[in-house]
């Protein structure tokens, strides 16, 4: 069973998985194309973290930025190695989803990459009902990027 839980910043676990997030990325993208977060980024006010855990085990994180009154970010989507394929991804984005509708937003959009290493994402993305957009908020068009929007 997944518990998604509001924060989890301060987890030793937490903090791992940003790690592998953040080499995942620049290993997949060079680093001026890369645009996650530190954890300072997730701790600012227009950002609500999410972890997910089973137990004391965590599963994976995610992460709304509020860009304005109506169109959030999906930020830090990640699924701990040992349980990718068993639906953490889709149940953390799905509880994103729902806080973004709670808010009251209208649109929700994301940036990832465009390596093969990101197919995966993009899948689960597609398949929530995103398409491809332009650039949004300060991101530039940029061949190691591919965006991604969602009508609330």
């Known amino acids: 069973m997944i518990a998604i839980r509001e924060g989890g910043l301060d987890d030793v676990q937490v903090q791992?998985?940003?790690?592998?997030?953040?080499?995942?990325?620049?290993?997949?993208?060079?680093?001026?194309?890369?645009?996650?977060?530190d954890l300072s980024g997730l701790r600012a006010t227009d950002v609500t973290f999410w972890s997910a855990w089973e137990g004391d085990a965590l599963l994976g994180m995610g992460a709304l930025k509020q860009l304005d009154a109506e169109h959030g970010e999906i930020k830090s989507m990640r699924t701990v190695p040992a349980h990718?394929?068993?639906?953490?991804?889709?149940?953390?984005?799905?509880?994103?989803?729902?806080?973004?509708?709670?808010?009251?937003?209208a649109r929700l959009s994301l940036e990832t990459g465009t390596a093969p290493a990101f197919e995966p994402a993009i899948r689960l993305y597609t398949r929530h009902g995103f398409v491809p957009c332009p650039p949004f908020g300060d991101y530039r068009d940029d061949p190691h990027s591919r965006f991604l929007t969602l009508a609330l």
């Open 84 to 105: 990718l394929g068993k639906g953490v991804g889709a149940a953390m984005l799905s509880h994103i989803l729902s806080a973004a509708r709670a808010r009251g937003l």
């Open 16 to 37: 791992d998985l940003l790690r592998l997030h953040a080499s995942g990325m620049l290993a997949n993208s060079p680093a001026e194309s890369c645009h996650f977060l």
